[in-house]
Every structure is written in C-alpha cells, then in structure tokens.
T-cell receptor, first 115, second 111 residues
Framework: DAGVIQSPRHEVTEMGQEVTLRCKPI?????LFWYRQTMMRGLELLIY????????DSGMPEDRFSAKMPNASFSTLKIQPSEPRDSAVYFC?????????????FGPGTRLTVL | KQEVTQIPAALSVPEGENLVLNCSFT??????LQWFRQDPGKGLTSLLL?????REQTSGRLNASLDKSSGRSTLYIAASQPGDSATYLC??????????FGKGTKLSVKP
C-alpha cells in the first residue's frame, strides 16, 4: 500500500484566499484524522471521521475551517478565507478499528503558508 | 483536560550513548500511549504502542515503559546512532479515541 497520500505537499497563498487540502487514506481504514502542527501549539487534532461521518470536530478552530469525506478514499480540509495565523503543517492520518487499540498512520503533511 | 508534557525539549548526545526520553500526562484514564518519530519535513512514524494494561514494549534498541498510576512513560534508546536523530513525540489516546500529543523531544546524536 502507498500509505496515506496528501496533496499538495506545499501551498503558499495570500490572505483571504480559499485553500483546499486533500487526503487519501489507506485502503480499508475506517477512521480518518486531520491534525495541525505549529511550533507554538504542537500537534492538535482538528476533526476525525468514522466511515465517512464526522465524529468529533471540536478541534476545528473556527467557522473558516470545514472538512468533508465524500467517500471512503477521499477527504478535504478547506479554509475560507485563509489568514496568516493558519500557517502550519496539516497532517492527515488513518486508522483501522478498533480505534482504542490500533495505531494511526500519518501522511507526509501539507505545509501551508498564508502571506 | 488531558495534557501531555515531554522533557527535555531538546537533547544532544554522542554516538553510542544510552538515553531516556520522558513523557508525562495528567489524566490516567487512557486507552494506550504511543511513541512516534518525526523526521524534518516528514510525517510521523509509530515506534511503539503500549496498551493501558501493559507495562512496556520493546522493538530493537527501543524500549518504552508505561506507569499509568503516576502518569509517566519513558522511551529508552540503547546505543544511540546518528540515524536516531529526529523529534520523538509521545501521544496518549483518550476515551474518545483521539490522540493527544506532547510537543516532542528533538534528539541529536553526534558522530
């Protein structure tokens, strides 16, 4: 398996623009997670899905952030409008159940810079 | 609210030295604890996963211990090598299944 795939790997945009990050989980994994990593706050969970349904979005910072999972092999994280403080590395991870015991497999991340 | 702390934030050692990385967490009600490795510009790679009922796990030169009652875990690296240089992250899994991460220890092993 190719592992978790994320695109783009790097994104530079201007404040106010819409940004869409993409993730393809490992085939057969029922859980998908979106994390954000910054120097100040470390790695934080934004949202996770089980069988394409959002389970916990309490980590989504504000209404400018939205995430979807239209099918088992694809998810998007959208920021609209983007702000400089959104600059971070965004990771996607997937996991096979049971969620309480299995490890999570991380993608390489998308480095977002908002100017 | 669960908080995970890792000490030290950075560590530099000569090659061949044995070392210990520390992780502490505030809520002992966890399902498991994982240690990850992160190389610059890369994602996270899982090293060891310790279930809440276990005391330790070993993989090669790595040994991780878990003391739930005191809210502590250690990652022991034997005979360190320059290739071990990376950031090591500790994460606990809470009741909702999500992982809560520490900020990591940046390890540098000098030849």
């Amino acid at each position: 398996d190719a592992g978790v795939i994320q695109s783009p790997r790097h994104e530079v945009t201007e404040m106010g623009q819409e940004v869409t990050l993409r993730c393809k989980p490992i085939s057969g994994h029922d859980y998908l997670f979106w994390y954000r990593q910054t120097m100040m706050r470390g790695l934080e969970l934004l949202i996770y899905f089980n069988n394409n349904v959002p389970i916990d979005d309490s980590g989504m910072p504000e209404d400018r952030f939205s995430a979807k999972m239209p099918n088992a092999s694809f998810s998007t994280l959208k920021i609209q409008p983007s702000e400089p403080r959104d600059s971070a590395v965004y990771f996607c991870a997937s996991s096979f159940p049971p969620i309480s015991t299995d490890t999570q497999y991380f993608g390489p991340g998308t480095r977002l810079t908002v100017l | 609210k669960q908080e995970v702390t890792q000490i030290p934030a950075a560590l530099s050692v000569p090659e061949g030295e044995n070392l210990v990385l520390n992780c502490s967490f505030t809520d002992s009600a966890i399902y498991n604890l994982q240690w990850f490795r992160q190389d610059p510009g890369k994602g996270l790679t899982s090293l060891l996963l310790i279930q809440s009922s276990q005391r330790e796990q070993t993989s090669g030169r790595l040994n991780a211990s878990l003391d739930k009652s005191s809210g502590r875990s250690t990652l022991y690296i034997a005979a360190s090598q320059p290739g071990d240089s990376a950031t090591y992250l500790c994460a606990v899994r809470g009741s909702q299944g999500n992982l809560i991460f520490g900020k990591g220890t940046k390890l540098s092993v000098k030849p």
